[in-house]
């Protein structure tokens, strides 16, 4: 289980005066100010569960992320995962837990995949029997058993990804943190990615916490997510909530003769909108939907959350 409460992570940032005195005098007299990455945030993440987190960039989502793998140190509050605090970098938890960014590597690119499984057998303490099966059945689930004798270098970006997630997985973690794990995969690549998450996660019930810009990942993986704006969490719920926490409204998108109108209005005003718009249009199509996710998520990250 995963226990966060009250966490923040400060930094203090340093203002430079202009021009060459403005410069002297930052020499000795130094003028900042205190900007928090997170704070104040909470939350519980049980077995089983792939929590989304969703923000916009410079939010704070990879902070709570390195926060979470031990990578960082928060200022304040308290964390608890399988019973560790994580920046302890206590071996056994780091033995239990792995980490997956889409923007770094765990392998060696100059080396075959098969190499650098060797070399992490021996830093995780896997068993022949253990290591064998997973080699096995990872390789066979990605699809990628035909290049782990390749170099890394001259995979595709696909198939380099789906070698990382093998690499993070061969210990049987029972914490997952996933950070844009397909940032930059074709959609094909995207895909099997998600396909294979939802496999792995029915197979070994692990904690997944999962950040992505892709809201496509986020609706196949997640049914509960996060969304932190400016350091906070303002929503903690079930993605089929957001709709209705935002209000019920309608979107209409109308195409007549002389183009195309687009509405977002509240359900009760939809009859006498609908009315007004044959009365002073030329209508050739009327569509009338709920309002994507992704723009939702959209006006929630840029106004915050206002429950009507």
Same mark, same amino acid.
């Given at each position: 289980?995963?226990?966060?409460?009250?966490?923040? *992570?400060?930094?203090?940032?340093?203002?430079?005066?202009?021009?060459?005195?403005?410069?002297?005098?930052?020499?000795?007299?130094?003028?900042?100010?205190?900007?928090?990455?997170?704070?104040?945030?909470?939350?519980?993440?049980?077995?089983?569960?792939?929590?989304?987190?969703?923000g916009a960039n410079g939010?704070?989502?990879?902070?709570?992320?390195?926060?979470?793998?031990?990578?960082?140190?928060? =200022?304040?509050?308290?964390v608890s995962i399988l019973?560790?605090?994580?920046?302890?970098?206590?071996?056994?938890?780091?033995?239990?837990?792995?980490?997956?960014?889409?923007? *770094?590597?765990?392998?060696?690119?100059?080396?075959?995949?098969?190499?650098?499984?060797?070399?992490? *057998?021996?830093?995780?303490?896997?068993?022949?029997?253990?290591?064998?099966?997973?080699?096995?059945?990872?390789?066979?689930?990605?699809?990628?058993?035909?290049?782990?004798?390749?170099?890394?270098?001259?995979?595709?970006?696909?198939?380099?990804?789906?070698?990382?997630?093998?690499?993070?997985?061969?210990?049987?973690?029972?914490?997952?943190?996933?950070?844009?794990?397909?940032?930059?995969?074709?959609?094909?690549?995207?895909?099997?990615?998600?396909?294979?998450? *939802?496999?792995?996660?029915?197979?070994?019930?692990?904690?997944?916490?999962? =950040?992505?810009?892709?809201?496509?990942?986020?609706?196949?993986?997640?049914?509960?997510?996060?969304?932190?704006?400016?350091?906070?969490?303002?929503?903690?719920?079930?993605?089929?909530?957001?709709?209705?926490?935002?209000?019920?409204?309608?979107?209409?998108?109308?195409? =007549?003769?002389?183009?195309?109108?687009?509405? =977002?209005?509240?359900?009760?005003?939809?009859?006498?909108?609908?009315?007004?718009?044959?009365?002073?249009?030329?209508?050739?199509?009327?569509?009338?939907?709920?309002?994507?996710?992704?723009?939702?998520?959209?006006?929630?990250?840029?106004?915050?959350?206002?429950?009507?």
């Amino acid at each position: 289980m995963i226990k966060v409460s009250n966490l923040s *992570k400060s930094f203090a940032v340093y203002h430079k005066e202009p021009g060459l005195m403005g410069s002297l005098r930052g020499l000795f007299i130094r003028k900042s100010s205190i900007k928090y990455a997170l704070h104040d945030v909470s939350l519980e993440v049980h077995p089983g569960e792939i929590l989304g987190l969703i923000g916009a960039n410079g939010a704070g989502k990879t902070t709570l992320v390195k926060i979470l793998s031990g990578i960082m140190h928060p =200022t304040s509050g308290e964390v608890s995962i399988l019973g560790f605090k994580p920046w302890e970098r206590s071996n056994q938890y780091r033995r239990q837990m792995s980490l997956i960014m889409g923007q *770094k590597s765990q392998v060696w690119w100059d080396l075959p995949a098969l190499d650098s499984f060797l070399l992490l *057998k021996e830093i995780y303490q896997i068993d022949d029997e253990t290591y064998q099966f997973n080699i096995d059945y990872l390789s066979k689930t990605l699809g990628i058993a035909d290049h782990l004798k390749t170099q890394v270098r001259k995979l595709s970006l696909g198939e380099r990804m789906k070698v990382e997630l093998m690499a993070a997985l061969l210990h049987n973690p029972k914490v997952i943190f996933l950070d844009e794990p397909t940032i930059g995969l074709d959609i094909t690549s995207q895909k099997a990615v998600r396909e294979f998450l *939802k496999d792995y996660q029915r197979k070994y019930n692990p904690i997944m916490i999962l =950040t992505s810009h892709y809201m496509e990942d986020i609706k196949e993986l997640c049914s509960r997510i996060n969304i932190i704006r400016k350091g906070e969490m303002i929503y903690d719920g079930p993605l089929s909530h957001i709709q209705k926490l935002t209000g019920d409204t309608k979107h209409l998108k109308v195409t =007549t003769k002389d183009g195309e109108l687009e509405f =977002t209005i509240p359900r009760e005003n939809l009859a006498i909108k609908t009315k007004e718009i044959f009365e002073s249009h030329e209508v050739i199509d009327l569509n009338i939907q709920d309002p994507s996710i992704e723009d939702i998520i959209d006006q929630i990250l840029k106004h915050g959350l206002q429950k009507q």
